[in-house]
């Protein structure tokens, strides 16, 4: 039976989509920012992934779009955020090395799930990574979104703390530590879903957007100097 919550995807990728857009154009006006690039194109992942989730809850199970779920969620749905991150942690050298060894691992792990075939005996019209027969390609996963916890969630939380340092208080102290809390909730999601509980983890989606946006919005606003040469550079 279809609850609630499984509609809840729709107003997900809605505000995805709208921060995406609002990330781009950050990035139109400053194209010597590789993070807002690469930010941009997280969030739009994150709504392609919510996406394949409202049409399941429109219009129900399918192989394509089980397969484009596990893809957009599973290998992009932190990989790309947490690289923005990366460029502002990192020299741009080291990033680019970091970026281009990501995503050539994603891409050749998408390539697997997208050819794997479908074990129709695992079919129970949720959405779950246990209907693919290649049960092996489900190990590509924990690489991409350790890679996320690691430098979306860790880097602002460091960010956080070096704020609080240098600055003690105010909104990029808030802004990070916002972020990070946004990063890691659907991380939670994700593991309630492979207990069988997809349902948390629309929850866990909406509201980490959610939280990620007013992280970005509050550093928008901050008067204070950003610790991060690369921001510095273009007086982000």
Request: hydrophobic content about 50%; proline content about 4%.
């Amino acid at each position: 039976m279809i609850q609630a919550t499984h509609y809840l995807p729709i107003a997900t990728t809605c505000v995805s989509f709208a921060f995406a857009y609002i990330l781009f154009r950050h990035w139109n006006r400053k194209r010597s920012a590789p993070y807002l690039l690469w930010w941009a194109i997280g969030v739009l992942m994150f709504g392609i992934g919510t996406t394949t989730e409202a049409i399941h809850a429109l219009f129900g199970w399918n192989e394509i779009n089980l397969k484009a779920w596990y893809i957009a969620g599973a290998l992009f749905g932190a990989f790309p955020l947490a690289q923005g991150t990366v460029y502002l942690l990192f020299k741009k050298k080291v990033a680019d090395i970091m970026a281009a060894l990501l995503t050539t691992y994603c891409v050749l792990a998408a390539l697997f799930i997208a050819l794997s075939p479908i074990d129709t005996t695992a079919i129970t019209g949720e959405l779950t990574g246990k209907v693919l027969a290649w049960k092996w390609v489900r190990a590509f996963s924990p690489v991409p979104n350790t890679y996320g916890l690691i430098f979306l969630v860790g880097g602002a939380v460091w960010s956080a703390i070096q704020y609080t340092r240098k600055q003690h208080t105010g909104n990029r102290v808030l802004g990070n530590w916002l972020i990070a809390l946004g990063g890691l909730l659907p991380g939670i999601g994700g593991t309630f879903t492979r207990l069988g509980y997809v349902e948390a983890l629309f929850v866990t989606e909406f509201f980490g957007m959610l939280l990620i946006w007013g992280g970005y919005r509050a550093m928008l606003s901050a008067p204070s100097p950003s610790i991060h040469p690369a921001q510095q550079q273009v007086h982000g």
